[in-house]
């Protein structure tokens, strides 16, 4: 039987690896975008992944594009929450709209995507919740009270969700990963990059493949007896 996921973000950077290599592993994929229509057309071009346009910040909007994801290919056995937004600032200076927003998409866009899924889960008692969270859900970041406290979020819903799941045959789990070589770290200043290695004991970024790697562990059948856990991917930067 062929399962089919869902990846949100899944058309760029860490979400992108993520909907490739679930694809190549054999499952039918969804990956979801917000904005950015040049970007997943290219994505959706290259790799023959369906690609489907909604924000996770919106429940309505996002009952609605699963509804029709599921009418494409199938009821979602596997959901990865990867979508996620940085609006950084000093706690001093920062605004409602910047609390609001990040806090609306990484946070409340997890129960936005997971929730209209739930009972579906239940019902076929089968079911792979995986959320992108962050190093610095872990540790915490200056500039990133908004930020840190969404992922600090996402750990908290991951933990409370697995118990409630898993008599039902779903696990819920949660990734945080360190510093990724993606697009968005790439395009810092190169002494900036240097700076965040050189807290990093491996001494590298990692790939994005890498955290796509321990998604597919996470949604194999393998991984049936792991639920409630959080796996850090992070290079020995910061243990927990």
């Not at 057309?41 to 023959?48: H, N, P």
């Not at 990867?82 to 946070?107: C, P, S, Y």
């Not at 969700?161 to 810092?188: F, K």
Request: proline share 3%.
């Amino acid at each position: 039987m062929t399962r089919t996921a869902i990846v949100t973000g899944g058309s760029r950077g860490i979400g992108a690896a993520i909907s490739i290599a679930l694809k190549n592993a054999g499952y039918k994929v969804a990956a979801n975008y917000a904005g950015n229509d040049e970007a997943a057309a290219k994505f959706s071009q290259e790799t023959g992944i369906p690609v489907y346009k909604w924000s996770v910040a919106d429940y309505d909007a996002c009952a609605a594009g699963l509804s029709k994801v599921e009418a494409d290919l199938g009821p979602i056995d596997i959901l990865v929450n990867n979508a996620g937004i940085t609006r950084d600032a000093m706690f001093h200076k920062m605004t409602r709209e910047q609390w609001n927003e990040v806090i609306g998409t990484n946070l409340n866009g997890v129960f936005n995507m997971t929730h209209p899924l739930w009972s579906g889960m239940r019902d076929r008692r089968f079911g792979r919740v995986i959320t992108i969270s962050s190093i610095n859900g872990q540790k915490g970041q200056a500039g990133q009270a908004n930020y840190s406290a969404s992922k600090a979020g996402d750990i908290g819903f991951t933990k409370a969700l697995a118990q409630e799941g898993a008599r039902a045959g779903i696990t819920v789990n949660v990734i945080c990963p360190g510093y990724i070589g993606t697009d968005m770290v790439m395009a810092v200043p190169e002494k900036v990059r240097e700076a965040i290695v050189a807290q990093i004991p491996v001494g590298r970024l990692g790939e994005p493949e890498e955290v796509a790697r321990c998604v597919l562990f996470l949604a194999s059948d393998e991984a049936g007896f792991i639920t409630g856990s959080t796996i850090t991917a992070n290079g020995g930067q910061y243990l927990s």
